[in-house]
C-alpha cells in the first residue's frame, strides 16, 4: 500500500501562483511514477501532469500546459505541482496519485493509490 497525503491548496487570484505537495509513504517512492488529476464541481475527473519515477520524463494536460510544472523529490518521497499563471477554470479538488510504473501516464485507470485530494480556488 501507498498512503498519498496532499497539501497546499487554498484561494488565490487568478494570475496568482500555488504549489501543491504530495507526501508519499508505505512503499519506495522511486518505483512509483506520479500523477495530478483534477475534479472540479459537476465535472469528471481530467489528467493534469505525470512524471515518471527517475523523475526526467514528463506530461501534462493541454491545457495547463506553460503554467503548470510536476516534479518530485525522491529523497523526501514527495511530488510538487508549482502551479501559475492560475485561472478561474482551474478551480477544482486536485488529487495525487501513484502508479505502479517506472513510466508516466495520463489516465486515471493506470493508477493504483489516490489521496485525498486538496482544494484549490481561483477567484476572478
Known amino acids: 500500500q501507498v498512503q498519498l497525503v496532499e497539501s497546499g491548496g487554498g484561494l488565490v487570484q487568478a494570475g496568482g501562483s500555488l504549489r501543491l505537495s504530495c507526501v508519499a509513504s508505505?512503499?519506495?517512492?522511486?518505483?512509483?511514477?506520479m500523477g495530478w488529476f483534477r475534479q472540479a464541481p459537476g465535472k469528471e475527473r481530467d489528467f493534469v501532469a505525470t512524471?515518471?519515477?527517475?523523475?526526467?520524463?514528463?506530461v501534462y494536460g493541454d491545457s495547463v500546459k506553460g503554467r503548470f510544472t510536476i516534479s518530485r523529490d525522491n529523497a523526501k518521497n514527495t511530488v510538487y505541482l508549482q502551479m501559475n499563471g492560475l485561472k478561474p477554470e482551474d478551480t477544482a479538488v486536485y488529487y495525487c496519485?501513484?502508479?505502479?510504473?517506472?513510466?508516466?501516464?495520463?489516465?486515471?485507470?493506470?493508477?493504483?493509490?489516490w489521496g485525498q485530494g486538496t482544494q484549490v480556488t481561483v477567484s476572478s
Open positions: 512524471i515518471g519515477s527517475s523523475g526526467i520524463w514528463t
Open positions: 496519485a501513484a502508479r505502479g510504473s517506472a513510466w508516466p501516464g495520463g489516465k486515471e485507470f493506470q493508477y493504483d493509490y
Open positions: 508505505g512503499r519506495t517512492f522511486s518505483n512509483y511514477a
